[in-house]
């Protein structure tokens, strides 16, 4: 069964480094997403991505933050410059066309701020 | 009005029994509102999910119960077992045109151990 894959499991960075967080969507599916998860706590949305574009983004998703998809195949999250509260697990979801909102998501990727 | 209110926060139930967890939701344009199971180190997975034109939706043990004037809606396992032991965690978000790419907004999720 196809599923969403999310590399590196675990990244762990200096406060201030940029990060990338990598992610490959299943691949018949057009719109990808990123959540974060802390510790604990409910799994909150980051940004959708659509046709190549930003279809929606939560305030949470500030000027640090950015999406690319620099293939038919990646698509990636990146951290300009991290903080601690960035400390988290990020999830890559996808879903896709006309298949109401049924996002799939990868496994994550636990990343941690010193 | 974006918010997802889950309850309980956690949930204790002997084998067989029907757990049951509840959520409520404020966003009336919300109207596709799935369930994901959680398990320690993975991400969650898609469970079953309901939208607004019933009221009820049954897939294996689990059920979804809807009830639309009151903006609410549960979960049910039936038979549960020491195996459905995870963190449940209700959502909820509008379809948007053609499917559209809405994110789901999460309930804070359910820590539901099943005793043997």
């Known amino acids: 069964e196809p599923e969403v894959t999310q590399t590196p499991s675990h990244q762990v960075t200096q406060m201030g480094q940029e990060v990338i967080l990598r992610c490959v969507p299943i691949?018949?599916?057009?719109?990808f997403y990123w959540y974060r998860q802390i510790l604990g706590q409910k799994v909150e949305f980051l940004v959708s991505?659509?046709?190549?574009?930003?279809?929606?983004k939560s305030e949470i998703f500030d000027d640090q933050f950015s999406v690319e998809r620099p293939d038919g195949s990646n698509f990636t999250l990146k951290i300009r410059s991290t903080k601690l509260e960035d400390s988290a697990m990020y999830f890559c979801?996808?879903?896709?066309?006309?298949?109401?909102?049924?996002?799939?998501f990868g496994p994550g990727t636990r990343l941690t701020v010193l | 009005q974006q918010q997802v209110k889950q309850s309980p926060q956690s949930l204790i139930v002997q084998k067989g029994g029907i757990p049951i967890i509840n959520c409520a939701y404020e966003?009336?344009?919300?109207?596709?509102f799935p369930w994901y199971q959680q398990f320690p180190g993975k991400g969650p997975a898609l469970l079953i999910a309901?939208?607004?034109?019933?009221s009820e939706k049954k897939e294996g043990r689990f059920t979804i119960s809807f009830n639309k004037s009151a903006k609410q809606f549960s979960l049910h396992i039936m038979d549960s077992q020491p195996g459905d032991s995870a963190t449940y965690f209700c959502a909820a978000s509008k379809e948007g045109s053609g499917g559209g790419a809405d994110g789901l907004t999460f309930g804070k999720g359910t820590h539901l151990i099943i005793q043997p």
């Open positions: 991505f659509y046709n190549n574009e930003i279809s929606e």
């Open positions: 691949s018949n599916h057009l719109y």
């Open positions: 309901i939208r607004p034109d019933v």
């Open positions: 966003n009336t344009a919300f109207d596709y």
């Open positions: 979801a996808s879903k896709r066309r006309g298949a109401h909102n049924e996002q799939f």
